[in-house]
């Protein structure tokens, strides 16, 4: 004879309760359209943030230079991630760095700063969007980008951080709702990011001389990496074409879309 359960009826307080099977009941947050409305409240709660109290303003030098550099450092790292999550351009975030620490450790601040963006955007969004979201990829393409950043997750984000123009944080969160791993995100953000990250910084950190050669030269770099995302991307794009209708007949019959 089984024993009798508890109805499964969440806490006012929402403290979890165990049902049947070991199951908890009145969870906060289980539902994935309550957990996307959590995202969604978090996103525009930080983009007003930044809006109003530019927080971005801390990160100057009335305030970091009173500090000891590794502290400094250390507290820019942080804030060029969390705003770098928060939709602050990537660009002016690393300009700055190379102004406050100079070329060298402007570009490895910029860079611990991007690939902490990455994550904290990656896993806000795979935490709290991911199971609301996912259903909605439906048709080939959808599906094939899919596969695509699964199989070729590192070289995938390799080339969106190469080429020019393309969000940061919101690639980051478009990513999360994909099959794409940790380790692909991360190592390609590190990886893809080094040639505008250390470009912007050395522009930063020359700033004040606009015509000396190592801004010229910062500035011209910007110009090649971007080219060479570009056609990187045009490259990836024509192999997948040519890839797709070898999936397709390699597919089982009545798959689904």
């Known amino acids: 004879m089984l024993a009798p ?43 007003a943030a930044v809006a109003v109290f530019e927080p971005q303003r801390l990160l100057g030098p009335q305030w970091l230079g009173t500090l000891p550099t590794v502290v400094a450092v250390s507290v820019f790292v942080l804030g060029y991630g969390l705003g770098s999550a928060a939709f602050v351009p990537r660009p002016v975030l690393s300009l700055a760095a190379g102004l406050l620490f100079g070329a060298g450790t402007g570009t490895a601040a910029a860079l611990a700063g991007s690939v902490l963006g990455a994550a904290v955007a990656f896993g806000l969004g795979r935490l709290l969007g991911r199971d609301a979201l996912r259903p909605m990829l439906r048709g080939r393409v959808l599906h094939a980008g899919d596969r695509l950043l699964e199989r070729h997750g590192f070289r995938s984000m390799l080339v969106l951080r190469l080429l020019p123009g393309v969000p ?8 999360s709702v994909s099959r794409v791993r940790w380790p692909a995100v991360l190592a390609g953000t590190a990886v893809g990011s080094v040639p505008s990250t250390a470009a912007y910084a050395l522009a930063g950190g020359r700033a004040t001389d606009p015509a000396s050669p190592g ?35 390699r597919e089982p019959a009545g798959a689904a879309d």
């Open 5 to 47: 359960t508890r109805p499964n009826v969440p806490h006012a307080l929402g403290v979890p309760l165990e049902g049947p099977a070991g199951t908890d009941v009145g969870r906060p947050l289980r539902a994935p359209w309550l957990r996307l409305g959590a995202l969604v409240v978090v996103l525009v709660a930080g983009a």
């Open 168 to 175: 940061f944080a919101l690639t980051n969160y478009a990513a």
């Open 215 to 249: 801004f010229l030269a910062a500035s011209g770099f910007l110009v090649l990496t971007g080219a060479a995302g570009v056609l990187l991307a045009r490259h990836r794009r024509e192999r997948f074409r040519r890839e797709r209708p070898r999936q397709r007949s």
